[in-house]
């Protein structure tokens, strides 16, 4: 019997951003989140962090360490293989499935002077790690 895959959840853009504070805080309380997004977004109330949290929870986006009296929240999954997730469903949804297609918009209009140059460096670089004999 085929196993089922197991999907990521596909965070909304609040999600996504409160993702992104606690990637890079760490485990984090209600109140670390907070007190992190209030820079950006100074009228964030506390409440809206909280209830977007056990939202995340309950979806399978964030864990919950239960064990003290301020929970500590976690993220389910780790950045680059949620980003993965979201780019490969990105592209069978937008591209039909073609990265080049994909690759070729972001280039046409995304992509300042310097990024693409680092581009064409790391192109040249994976193109000169192809050519060598393992």
Do not use: C
Not at 7 to 24: G, M, N, Q, S
Not at 50 to 62: E, I, P, S
Not at 110 to 128: M, P, S, W
Request: aromatic share 2%; charged share 30%; proline share 4%.
């Amino acid at each position: 019997m085929p196993r089922k895959s197991v999907k990521t959840p596909k965070p909304t853009a609040a999600e996504l951003d409160l993702l992104r504070v606690i990637w890079r805080l760490g485990p984090s309380t209600v109140k670390d989140a907070h007190q992190a997004q209030l820079k950006e977004r100074p009228d964030l109330a506390y409440a809206n962090v909280l209830r977007l949290m056990q939202v995340m929870h309950a979806k399978g986006l964030l864990l919950r360490d239960e064990s003290q009296r301020s929970h500590v929240y976690r993220t389910a999954h780790a950045q680059d293989a949620l980003r993965t997730n979201l780019l490969k469903d990105l592209i069978q949804k937008a591209f039909a499935g073609s990265g080049k297609e994909l690759v070729l918009a972001a280039l046409s209009d995304h992509v300042t002077a310097r990024e693409r140059e680092e581009i064409k460096q790391l192109l040249k670089a994976n193109a000169a790690g192809d050519n060598t004999d393992d």
